[in-house]
């Protein structure tokens, strides 16, 4: 079955650079969360889209931009980067937000470092 | 507010012992999922279990299982004879407001041969 793809599985930065990263999410799958998980850290969310709309914000820096196209594949921006950037980054989609349909499945991460 | 606390930071056993990873949980939904994921050492999130809040069945998976107690708001996931493969760590996650996943800080544990 397919699931959740994420590029690039590993990216190289240098402080203050920018990068981009993108989650396909299964087919038919509507919505997309971008998680953050620092080195020894738990997951954190940063933001989800439903339908192409920001449907949910937590702790993402205002460094941060992502959305959601047409086709449901996500993209999170990341500016003016800083070391503490440097981290695993899951995205997770599932199909429709009500809590008897919401299964998230996960990607593989990218891991993000920042030199 | 919504929190989800592992208590147990690592956990270090030998082969073929049992061992318990404790998550307990605060919500003020009447309505939750709960969930395990499993992170190896190569990163990815392996889902495991997820268990709603009017389920409080017990579920056993081959090795695995867990127990669910609403009156304690625990969520304890249960390894019967432990194997080297089972080294991880492993987070329980609450569903939370918007549907995002609220984790705990994780366990983990070391199987030894």
């Known amino acids: 079955a397919a699931g959740v793809i994420q590029s690039p599985r590993h990216l190289i930065k240098e402080k203050r650079e920018t990068a981009t990263l993108k989650c396909y999410p299964i087919?038919?799958?509507?919505?997309v969360y971008w998680y953050q998980q620092g080195p020894g850290q738990d997951p954190q969310f940063l933001i989800s889209f439903y339908e192409k709309m920001q449907s949910d914000k937590g702790s993402i820096p205002d460094r941060f931009s992502a959305q959601q196209f047409s086709d449901y594949h996500s993209e999170l921006n990341m500016s003016s980067l800083e070391l503490g950037d440097s981290a695993l980054y899951f995205c997770?989609?599932?199909?429709?937000?009500?809590?008897?349909?919401?299964?998230?499945?996960f990607g593989p991460g990218t891991r993000l470092t920042v030199l | 507010a919504q929190k989800v606390t592992q208590a147990q930071t690592e956990i270090s056993v030998v082969e073929k012992e049992d061992v318990t990873l404790d998550c307990v949980y605060e919500t003020r939904d009447t309505t939750y999922y709960l969930f395990w994921y499993k992170q190896p050492p190569s990163g990815e999130l392996v889902f495991l279990i997820r268990?709603?809040?009017?389920?409080?069945q017990n579920e056993i998976s081959g090795r695995y299982s867990w127990n669910f107690q609403k009156s304690t708001s625990s969520f304890n996931f249960t390894i019967t004879a432990s194997q080297v493969v089972d080294s991880a760590v492993y987070f329980c996650?609450?569903?939370?407001?918007?549907?995002?996943?609220?984790f705990g800080k994780g366990t983990r544990l070391l199987v030894k041969p």
């Open positions: 997770a989609s599932s199909l429709g937000r009500g809590a008897v349909s919401n299964e998230q499945f």
């Open positions: 087919p038919r799958h509507d919505t």
């Open positions: 268990r709603n809040s009017f389920d409080e």
């Open positions: 996650a609450l569903e939370g407001q918007g549907f995002s996943f609220i």
